[in-house]
């Protein structure tokens, strides 16, 4: 196949140039290879690396009736990407040893349209399985510091994170830590909104980063700390790898895009922990991520049925927001940064933050896996254009710039060859 005359976001910068695939891998770049059989006319489009969506829940197996492989994978190609990392909650069971492991694998490689790797978990008592699920071929160790919600996936006291985070670093692999400190968390003034997010303030989260890069500065470990909602937690995380620690963050378009005046609006479509803060803490982080201590940003999809979402009590609604279709668009409007920039964020720093060979980058060898987007294009986002179980997200109603034209899965379009497991170098 050729793609032919996009403007193509490589590494070094964007250019103008076919993509010859042979296979399913790049094989050249450069202006007029010549014709194929096989063409696909990318004039007056971008070319993006297929994103890399390095933070999902599509819960499967177990509860697939929340989301499901099949509908979170298509949710993804719909929105450009070729590739996600599934945690490991809240899948039932939860993906805490090797056997866990090979029911979500098997069911992925059965249902999922795009490349996928996997989460393994942190969780009391199973420090002797991180082997396991090391050699099975997870991308890391996921750890909640603050209850997760899911009965079968405890939260990681001081001891099991320090011992985890030990075996980790053995292990070559690293943490992710859901960073909120449960004992700074705040009694509810009232079952509102705005409660629920004052509840959860930004100091049980500073004070949770902060424990965390201690015990991988004593352990050697490698910690990635997941959807930081905090200019001053993003802050931390940078002075650390300032120091020499291999400590990176993530953020999600929903701290970027909301601000918590309007979580009155949407309900609990808006809820997440750690919450959308206050319009400056948004403004804040728009630096951070504009001066590039932010190394990559993902979706943190987290769905539920509808009749989880409902009632107006904060605190008895599930939280998670619905948006991994969403994220390129997303950051293509909500924030001014330049497309290559983007690019960056979605699929070449994660794919080489978790090591996955092939991914997130349009050179000779790599996968080909590339996102064609219309980027003068805007569309209102429509509860019937989603691909998710359930199509609410609280994205529905904005109008986004970026039209995906055509999403390539290792050189051919989306759904003409399944997903499979991606392990990291």
């Known amino acids: 196949m050729l793609v032919r005359g996009g403007t193509v976001l490589t590494a070094s910068g964007p250019v103008r140039a076919d993509v010859r695939i042979e296979g399913e891998r790049i094989a050249e770049l450069g202006p007029d290879l010549g014709e194929q059989p096989d063409e696909l006319d990318a004039t007056g489009l971008h070319v993006f690396p297929g994103v890399v969506d390095a933070h999902v829940h599509f819960n499967e197996p177990g509860r697939a009736d929340w989301e499901g492989l099949a509908t979170g994978s298509a949710a993804v190609a719909a929105g450009?990407?070729?590739?996600?990392?599934?945690?490991?909650?809240?899948?039932?069971?939860?993906?805490?040893?090797?056997?866990?492991?090979?029911?979500?694998?098997?069911?992925?490689?059965?249902?999922?349209?795009?490349?996928?790797?996997?989460?393994?978990?942190?969780?009391?008592?199973?420090?002797?399985?991180?082997?396991?699920?090391?050699?099975?071929?997870?991308?890391?160790?996921?750890?909640?510091?603050?209850?997760?919600?899911?009965?079968?996936?405890?939260?990681?006291?001081?001891?099991?994170?320090?011992?985890?985070?030990?075996?980790?670093?053995?292990?070559?692999?690293?943490?992710?830590?859901?960073?909120?400190?449960?004992?700074?968390?705040?009694?509810?003034?009232?079952?509102?909104?705005?409660?629920?997010?004052?509840?959860?303030?930004?100091?049980?989260?500073?004070d949770a980063i902060g424990r965390a890069l201690g015990f991988a500065e004593e352990t050697g470990c490698s910690l990635h700390v997941v959807h930081v909602s905090s200019a001053r937690g993003v802050g931390l995380v940078a002075a650390a790898r300032e120091r020499g620690l291999d400590a990176t963050c993530e953020t999600c378009p929903h701290y970027?895009?909301?601000?918590?005046?309007?979580?009155?609006?949407?309900?609990?479509?808006?809820?997440?922990?750690?919450?959308?803060?206050?319009?400056?803490?948004?403004?804040?982080?728009?630096?951070?991520?504009?001066?590039?201590?932010?190394?990559?940003?993902?979706?943190?999809?987290?769905?539920?049925?509808p009749a989880l979402k409902q009632g107006d009590d904060a605190f008895a609604a599930w939280g998670g927001i619905s948006g991994c279709q969403s994220l390129l668009p997303l950051l293509l409007t909500a924030v001014e940064l330049a497309p290559a920039t983007v690019a960056r964020l979605t699929a070449t720093a994660p794919a080489e933050r978790f090591r996955l060979p092939g991914k997130g980058r349009i050179e000779p060898g790599a996968d080909a896996d590339l996102a064609l987007v219309d980027l003068d294009a805007t569309a209102e986002l429509r509860a019937g254009d989603l691909r998710y179980r359930h199509p609410h997200s609280p994205y529905v109603g904005m109008t986004l710039r970026g039209r995906i034209a055509a999403t390539l899965l290792r050189g051919r379009p989306v759904g003409e060859r399944l997903g499979r497991l991606v392990r990291p170098r």
Not at 121 to 130: E, I, M, T, Y
Not at 276 to 281: D, G, M, N, T, V
Not at 291 to 302: F, K, N, Q, T
């Open 256 to 305: 970027l895009v909301f601000a918590e005046d309007d979580l009155e609006r949407l309900g609990a479509l808006g809820k997440c922990a750690p919450p959308i803060r206050s319009a400056a803490e948004r403004a804040a982080l728009h630096a951070e991520l504009a001066a590039g201590r932010i190394e990559l940003v993902a979706s943190d999809h987290s769905p539920a049925p």
């Open 80 to 206: 450009g990407g070729t590739c996600f990392l599934d945690m490991p909650l809240n899948a039932h069971p939860p993906t805490v040893d090797a056997d866990a492991f090979a029911l979500k694998a098997a069911a992925a490689a059965r249902a999922s349209v795009v490349d996928f790797a996997l989460w393994g978990g942190l969780v009391p008592g199973n420090a002797d399985r991180l082997a396991g699920l090391a050699a099975a071929g997870v991308v890391g160790f996921k750890a909640f510091m603050a209850p997760s919600g899911i009965e079968d996936f405890e939260a990681a006291g001081d001891a099991t994170l320090r011992e985890g985070m030990a075996r980790a670093a053995e292990l070559g692999l690293p943490v992710a830590v859901h960073a909120e400190a449960p004992e700074r968390l705040l009694a509810p003034a009232g079952t509102g909104w705005l409660d629920w997010a004052r509840s959860r303030p930004v100091e049980a989260e500073l």
